[in-house]
C-alpha cells in the first residue's frame, strides 16, 4: 500500500453515523444549523479564544479576514512568500499589495528583524505566517504593529492547537485563521474558522461569509458566500474528540523520525520551539550538501510508493503570475524552498513505515 505523504485521520464509521443521525430528523443541512453551532463552542474552549466565526474553506476565511477591515484598495501587507499560495492569493485578490518579508534559516517564519525596513506609507497589516507547526514571534510581532499601527492577520493553516506559554496560539494578533482542510491535524473534510477577541467583529464576519444579510429584509453590502455545512461540522465534531490522541500520535512519529534522522551532516530537521506545544503537523527536512540533492530523495522514495512533498515549493513570488511584480527580496525562503521536503506524517504511521522512509534515506 502507498505510503502517502499525509492521510487524513478520521473517526469511526459508526461514530460519524451516529453524529449525523439527527440531520435526518432536522433536515437542516447547512446556514448556521444546530452541529456547527456546537462545534464553534467546542473550538472556542480548545484554542482558548473568545470567538469563532466557521468557514467553508480556509482561504475563503482568510479573504474576509482582509476584507473585514475595509483597507484602502491598493494598501500593502507585508508577508512571506513561504507559505501555500492560498496566502499571497487572498492578499491580491482583495485587491490589495503583497510586500514580501524573507524568513529566517531556524523556523522558517517570517523574520521579524526585517519587517520594519518594508513599512511604508501605504502599509495597513502584517500577515505573518505559522509553519509546519512552529509558530512565528508572535511577541515581537505585536510590537512592531503597535509602534506602527497596523493589523496582524494570521495564517494559522498550520498551528490548529499550538500553545505559546500556555495560551492557544488562536489569540494572537487581530485575527487568526486556521485551515480545516482534510489533511491538516483537525479537519471537517474542507473548512476553516476565524479566531479573534473583539467581540464587535463577529456580527460582521458573520454577515461577509452570508451574503452581507443581517435578517430576511435586510442586506448591508454585498458579501458572499462560506457558510460550512452540517456534515462538515460533524466531522469536526468527531475530530475534535480524538485531535489529542491524533497529535501524541504524531508526536511519536516525529520523535522517531528524530532518532533516526538527527545528527546526520547534511540533514536537517526542525528543532522545537522554546515554550512551544507543539501539533506536529509536518515533518519537513532540508537536505543541504547531503550525499543525495532532494529531489534525488524524493524520486528514491517513489520508486518504493512512498510520497514525499517539496513543500513549500516553488514560494509564492516565484509563479509566473507574481515574480517580479511585487516588492522584497527573500534569498533565505528561496533556498529553502529548494532543498525542503516534507515526509510522510500522520497520526496512523507506523514506526515500521517510518524506519522503511529512513533507511532509504540514509
Known amino acids: 500500500m502507498k505510503i502517502n505523504v499525509t492521510r487524513s485521520s478520521m473517526p469511526s464509521f459508526e461514530e460519524y453515523c451516529e453524529e449525523i443521525k439527527d440531520i435526518w430528523e432536522s433536515r437542516w443541512l447547512t446556514n448556521h444549523g444546530a452541529k456547527l453551532q456546537a462545534l464553534e463552542e467546542k473550538l472556542k474552549e480548545y484554542l482558548g479564544v473568545k470567538n469563532v466565526v466557521m468557514f467553508t474553506n480556509g482561504h475563503l476565511a482568510l479573504e474576509a479576514a482582509i476584507s473585514y477591515f475595509n483597507f484602502p484598495r491598493g494598501s500593502e501587507i507585508i508577508t512571506t512568500p513561504f507559505t501555500f499560495v492560498s496566502t499571497t492569493n487572498s492578499i491580491i485578490r482583495c485587491g490589495m499589495i503583497p510586500v514580501f518579508c524573507d524568513i529566517n534559516d531556524k523556523d522558517y517564519t517570517i523574520d521579524v528583524t526585517k519587517i520594519e525596513a ?27 504593529a503597535k509602534k506602527h499601527h497596523l493589523k496582524v492577520i494570521y495564517d494559522a493553516a498550520h498551528a490548529f492547537g499550538v500553545k505559546y506559554k500556555n495560551r492557544g496560539i488562536a489569540s494572537y494578533g487581530d485575527i487568526s485563521m486556521f485551515s480545516f482542510h482534510a489533511t491538516k491535524v483537525f479537519h471537517t473534510i474542507e473548512g476553516g474558522c476565524l479566531c479573534f477577541n473583539d467581540d464587535s467583529m463577529k456580527l ?42 491524533y497529535i501524541s500520535s504524531r508526536k511519536k512519529a516525529v520523535e522517531q523520525y528524530q532518532k533516526r534522522l538527527s545528527g546526520i551532516k547534511g540533514i536537517k530537521l526542525l528543532e522545537p520551539q522554546e515554550d512551544v506545544l507543539s501539533n506536529y503537523a509536518y515533518l519537513p ?28 515549493y516553488p514560494i509564492t513570488n516565484e509563479y509566473s503570475y507574481s515574480k517580479g511584480k511585487y516588492k522584497g527580496d527573500t534569498p533565505i525562503a528561496e533556498s529553502i524552498s529548494k532543498k525542503v521536503l516534507t515526509l510522510p506524517l500522520y497520526s496512523d504511521l507506523s514506526i515500521e513505515n517510518i524506519n522503511l522512509i529512513c533507511d532509504i534515506i540514509l
Do not use: W
Open 118 to 144: 518594508l513599512i511604508t506609507d501605504k502599509t495597513v497589516a502584517i500577515m505573518p505566517v505559522h509553519v509546519y507547526g512552529n509558530i512565528c514571534d508572535v511577541e515581537a510581532i505585536e510590537r512592531i
Open 204 to 245: 460582521p464576519l458573520e454577515q461577509q461569509k452570508d451574503f452581507g444579510i443581517v435578517d430576511a429584509e435586510h442586506c448591508d453590502y454585498a458579501g458572499g458566500n462560506a457558510k460550512m455545512n452540517e456534515f462538515q461540522a460533524s466531522m469536526g465534531l468527531c475530530n475534535l474528540r480524538h485531535v489529542d490522541e
Open 285 to 312: 527536512v532540508v537536505f543541504d550538501d547531503y550525499k543525495k540533492n532532494r529531489d534525488e530523495i524524493k524520486d528514491e522514495l517513489a520508486k518504493h510508493d512512498i510520497g514525499a512533498r517539496k513543500y513549500f
